[in-house]
Structure formats: structure tokens, C-alpha cells
């Protein structure tokens, strides 16, 4: 585990273990669907192994459906909530690339999307343009995903985190998220800009495993009335990803650690149908770009066992989504119905007394 989740898993152990039981207990299924899109990217404009000044681009579209299900504890300002989503099986995602190009004078490389020191924010999963494809596969691709967060907030001012209670005000939250996928790259059309030029369907292209670590800090604003809440949130994160990248057709792993700076934003609007019971409707939005590098292993020509002996190369990659989520939620009151089977107890006694005196 990277030592930058530790602060923040702690410090929700903490309060889950500080919680009494007799506190809120809130559950509920979600179902989501996803876009977007994911993107490795990798390159300079001085030459290669090979003699090339170019580099590789890999695109995947983050398009599938996910279901999930979340706890939350609650007890006074405090509010613990923990998900787990998936999508069950690998499902199809749409049309992903895997390109190889050339770089000249004129392409220009944009590795920064946010800048802290300046203040500036690029939104754009991109790295490289104005490049030249010499090779460009593009085919068919499924993805399996699974995700566990674990997420904490103090409400201030009137805003309270039983949903069914009337207020609103400010939170500060902090929390969590782990996520694994795969991708598979098939049914991949293949040209190579070679003499003659090569274009043919070569099957399975390849498979690209992630594992996603995030951490999380920022807040937002609840409002509640009646039948009716909004919840905002804005919360910029900082991660870690290592990833597999295997080219099937070439033989050769490529291995990646990233690390980079994101963000993710929420908007979410409900509606209390009972007092124990709301639906929701939530939509998240998601960025995280990261540099690391990447080395690799096996190969089938001299150029990718050369590759094997050089300690690393620069690597990019960029997530930019976003989620439309519905839900419902139900609030089970065990502290509340505990303490009326205590009065009922407690009334029953009174009654039996006088009869037992007389």
C-alpha cells in the first residue's frame, strides 16, 4: 500500500471504531454507466533505439456499466461511507487505437495539466500533437473493473448527514479509492507504413492491467429540505497506478509506476419518497494525469530485447471520465428501535408491578 493512503485509512479506522453501534445505519444498491476516455502515452523528439523521434499512443474508451452497493455510518456531524462496484464481467467499451508516430520540428509535447506553481489546469488527456502515424491498429476492446472506496465528512454549520433531516451548510471529506481494470485490445486491423504498406486484421492486439490508487481531500455544500436534497462536492487527489501492458502479437510486457494529481467533482440531487427510503441521482465527474516510467520485458526483434537492457522511458497516463449514477438508499434505525423495544419493556414492568402487590 502507498504510504500516502495511510493518514487518511487511519483516520477513517478511527472514527468507524469511535462510532457507537446504536448510530445511523444508511445502505443502498447504485447502477452507473460511464464515459471517457484512458490514454498511455509515450515519446520524445530525440531519437530512439531505432533512430526515431517519435513515440506510442494507447487509447481506451471508458464506456461500460457498473454495479454497486455503499454503507454509511453516521453519528452526529460525523459520516463514514464505504463502496464496492464492479461491472460483474468484462463487457465491451468500445473502439480503442494503438498508435505509433513520428514527431517533427512543429509537434509540441504538453505533459503538464496542472501546474501548481502557476495556477493553470489543461484539460486534455493528451500529451503529444502534431505527429504522424507510421503504424495505427485499431479494433474492438472489453474491460473488467472493480472499485473499494472508503470515504469520511464533518458537516458544519446546519447540514447534517441523516439525509432525511432539514438543513443545510458546508463538509470537509477525505477519503480513499482502489480501483483494478483490464483491458483487452481484439479483433485489431492493423497498417504499418512499410513498402508495400501493411494492412490486415491481426486478431488479439493487446491486454492492459491497471491498479489504481487515490487519495482524496477537499469538500462541499448540502442542501436539505423536505422531500428534497442537493449535494456538491469538489475534491482534488493525488495517485499512484502501476500497470501490465501486454503486446501479444510482439511477445513484450511493458510495466509502468505513474504517479500524478486529479480531481473529481459530484453532483447529486434526491428525492425522499418515505421517511426511511430516497432515490438519487448522482453524476461524478473524474481527471487524473500522471508521469512515471516505464520498462520492459521480452521481445521478439532486436529492437525490443535492446529495450530490456535501458533502465526506463518517460510514460504518461491520463484518465478523464465521468459517471451518471441512480440509486436508493433506506435508513435502518436499530438504535431507534432499540430503544423503543425499551420502553415497551420498561412500560410492561409498570403495568405487572401493581398487579403482583395486590
Do not use: C
Not at 495517485?239 to 480531481?263: L, P
Amino acid at each position: 500500500m502507498p504510504k500516502f493512503l495511510s493518514f487518511p485509512i487511519l483516520f477513517l479506522v478511527f472514527l468507524l471504531l469511535s462510532i457507537e453501534t446504536k448510530a445511523e445505519i444508511i445502505w443502498g444498491p447504485s447502477l452507473e454507466k460511464s464515459g471517457g476516455e484512458y490514454i498511455f502515452e509515450t515519446g520524445n523528439k530525440f531519437p530512439n533505439l531505432s533512430g526515431i523521434k517519435g513515440g506510442s499512443r494507447i487509447s481506451f474508451p471508458r464506456s461500460f456499466t457498473m454495479f454497486g452497493i455503499q454503507g454509511i455510518y453516521t453519528k452526529d456531524r460525523w459520516e463514514i461511507n464505504g463502496k464496492l462496484k464492479t461491472t460483474g464481467w468484462s463487457q465491451k467499451s468500445g473502439e480503442a487505437r494503438d498508435e505509433d508516430f513520428l514527431l517533427g520540428t512543429i509537434s509540441t509535447e504538453n505533459g503538464t495539466n496542472i501546474a501548481t506553481r502557476e495556477w493553470s489546469y489543461r484539460d486534455s488527456a493528451t500529451v503529444f500533437s502534431g505527429s504522424r502515424n507510421f503504424a495505427d491498429g485499431k479494433g474492438k476492446s472489453t474491460i473488467v473493473e472493480n472499485r473499494i472506496e472508503l470515504f469520511g465528512r464533518y458537516y458544519f454549520q446546519d447540514a447534517n448527514p441523516d439525509y432525511w433531516k432539514n438543513g443545510s451548510g458546508f463538509f470537509l471529506s477525505t477519503g480513499a479509492r482502489y480501483s483494478y481494470f483490464k483491458y483487452l485490445l481484439y479483433d485489431v486491423n492493423q497498417y504499418i507504413e512499410t513498402t508495400p504498406v501493411f494492412y490486415a486484421p491481426i486478431g488479439i492486439g493487446l491486454s492492459f492491467s491497471n491498479n489504481l490508487w487515490e487519495v482524496f481531500f477537499g469538500g462541499g455544500y448540502r442542501y436539505s429540505k423536505d422531500s428534497f436534497y442537493i449535494d456538491l462536492s469538489m475534491m482534488p487527489s493525488i495517485g499512484r497506478i502501476k500497470t501490465r501492458d501486454f503486446h501479444i502479437q510482439r511477445s513484450i510486457n511493458f510495466f509502468s509506476d505513474n504517479y500524478g494529481f486529479g480531481w473529481a467533482s459530484k453532483i447529486e440531487v434526491g428525492y425522499k419518497f418515505y421517511p426511511t427510503w430516497l432515490s438519487y441521482l448522482r453524476i461524478n465527474h473524474r481527471r487524473f494525469f500522471s508521469e512515471g516510467r516505464f520498462t520492459s520485458q521480452g521481445g521478439l526483434t532486436i529492437a525490443d530485447l535492446s529495450s530490456n537492457l535501458v533502465p526506463g522511458f518517460k510514460s504518461h497516463i491520463n484518465i478523464k471520465d465521468f459517471t451518471i449514477e441512480i440509486g436508493v438508499l433506506n435508513k435502518l434505525e436499530w438504535g431507534n428501535a432499540g430503544s423503543t423495544k425499551k420502553a415497551e419493556d420498561s412500560s410492561e414492568k409498570e403495568t405487572i408491578a401493581p398487579n403482583e402487590s395486590n
